[in-house]
C-alpha cells in the first residue's frame, strides 16, 4: 500500500547489534503490526499498538521491543537478544480493529551474519 | 490463544481448474474472515473478505464461504490462471479483537 513505508529494503548487520526497522503511515489507521515471516513460512506477529503510546506483546515477542510516540509511526528494534533474527519483517495498518484488512507495508528483509 | 487450521499447505492445480483452501478457527465470536494473497517476494495483499453476516462471496473467479456451525471458510478460485500461483492466507482477529492472527498459509501452483 502507498500509506506504509518500511525502510530500507534490505538491511545488513553482524551479529550482536541492534538494529531498528522503521515503520510510517499516512493512512490515518490506528492499529500498528509487526510480523515475521521466515522462508516458506507464514506471519507470526512480534508485536502490535492499537493506540498511541499502547503496545502489546505478540507471539514472538522475545528479543524485540517497539514504541508507539506517534500515530503514524511504529518502529521495531531487533535486539542482539533475538536469537535468530534474520527475517522478512512486515509492518501492517489496520482502520478498526476486528473487523477490517489489514494493509502491509512493502517489508524489510534483514540478514545478520 | 487462537487456534487456527488452514490446509493443504501446498497445492498445484491444472490450469482451468479449481482450487479450495479451507481455514478452521475456534473463537465462535469471530465475525470477520479474510483472505490474503502473497507473490513472491512481495506484501500480502487482500482478495476477498467475508462477515458473519452472509455465507458467501464472490467476486469474479474468486470466492469465500462461511460456515458458521462447523467454524470453518473457504476460499475457491475458478478457472485458475497462472498468476494465481502465490501463497494465501486467511486471518481473522483474535485476541479479544485485539490482533490479528494468520493461517500457516497455502502455496498455490496452477500449471499451464
Known amino acids: 500500500d502507498g500509506g506504509i513505508t518500511q525502510s530500507p529494503k534490505y538491511l545488513f548487520r553482524k551479529e550482536g547489534q541492534n538494529v531498528t526497522l522503521s515503520c510510517e503511515q499516512n493512512?490515518?489507521?490506528?492499529?500498528m503490526y509487526w510480523y515475521r515471516q521466515d522462508p516458506g513460512q507464514g506471519l507470526r506477529l512480534i508485536y502490535y499498538?492499537?493506540?498511541?503510546?499502547?503496545?502489546q506483546k505478540g507471539d514472538i515477542a522475545e528479543g524485540y521491543s517497539v514504541s508507539r510516540e506517534k500515530k503514524e509511526s511504529f518502529p521495531l528494534t531487533v535486539t542482539s537478544a533475538q536469537k535468530n533474527p534474520t527475517a522478512f519483517y512486515l509492518c501492517?495498518?489496520?482502520?478498526?480493529?476486528?473487523?477490517?484488512?489489514?494493509?502491509f507495508g512493502n517489508g524489510t528483509r534483514l540478514t545478520v551474519t | 490463544g487462537e487456534n487456527v487450521e488452514q490446509h493443504p499447505s501446498t497445492l498445484s492445480v491444472q490450469e482451468g481448474d479449481s482450487a479450495v483452501i479451507k481455514c478452521t478457527y475456534s473463537?465462535?465470536?469471530?465475525?470477520?474472515f479474510p483472505w490474503y494473497k502473497q507473490e513472491l517476494g512481495k506484501r500480502p495483499q487482500l482478495i476477498i473478505d467475508?462477515?458473519?453476516?452472509?455465507g458467501e462471496k464472490k467476486d469474479q473467479r474468486i470466492a469465500v464461504t462461511l460456515n458458521k456451525t462447523a467454524k470453518h471458510f473457504s476460499l475457491h478460485i475458478t478457472e485458475t490462471q497462472p498468476e494465481d500461483s502465490a501463497v494465501y492466507f486467511c486471518?481473522?482477529?483474535?485476541?479479544?479483537?485485539?490482533?490479528?492472527?494468520f493461517g500457516i498459509g497455502t502455496k498455490l501452483q496452477v500449471i499451464p
Open positions: 493512512l490515518n489507521h490506528d492499529a
Open positions: 499498538s492499537q493506540i498511541v503510546n499502547d503496545f
Open positions: 467475508i462477515r458473519s453476516n452472509v
Open positions: 501492517a495498518t489496520q482502520q478498526s480493529t476486528g473487523t477490517s484488512p489489514l494493509h
Open positions: 473463537d465462535s465470536a469471530s465475525n470477520y
Open positions: 486471518a481473522f482477529p483474535s485476541g479479544g479483537y485485539q490482533k490479528v492472527t
